[in-house]
């Protein structure tokens, strides 16, 4: 089992950033790769990014690709996602998920709430 705890949401103009965190314990030694998903409002949940654990390779979502950047901290299992350049449509309940072994997003975080106000 992997346990995740997101923080750092908040409210924010657009144009301005937040970082948000995903600390990961537990099973940490099998953490194949952990990833950042959002959900707006009356829409369905979406990826934002990934990041593989031991290469550090990343994978962005077209939306955001430019503007957000995802890293880990492996000694810490923790992961980060540094949002720049907000919009207003960037507003959304943010999830950190981690993949273990390989298997898929397995794991879920409780989420933490992004809003851009124009």
């Known amino acids: 089992q992997v346990q995740l705890v997101e923080s750092g949401g908040g409210l924010v103009q657009a144009g301005g950033s937040l970082r948000l965190s995903c600390a990961a314990s537990?099973?940490?030694?099998?953490?194949?790769?952990m990833g950042w998903f959002r959900q707006a409002p009356g829409k369905e949940r979406e990826f934002v990014a990934r990041?593989?654990?031991?290469?550090?390779?990343?994978y962005y979502a077209d939306s955001v690709k430019g503007r957000f950047t995802i890293s880990r901290d492996n000694a810490k299992n923790t992961m980060y996602l540094q949002m720049n350049s907000l919009k207003t449509e960037d507003t959304a309940v943010y999830y950190c998920?981690?993949?273990?072994?390989?298997?898929?997003?397995?794991?879920w975080g409780q989420g933490t709430q992004v809003t851009v106000s124009s």
């Open positions: 537990g099973r940490t030694l099998s953490l194949y790769a």
């Open positions: 990041i593989y654990w031991s290469s550090g390779s990343t």
């Open positions: 998920a981690a993949d273990s072994r390989g298997v898929g997003f397995a794991y």
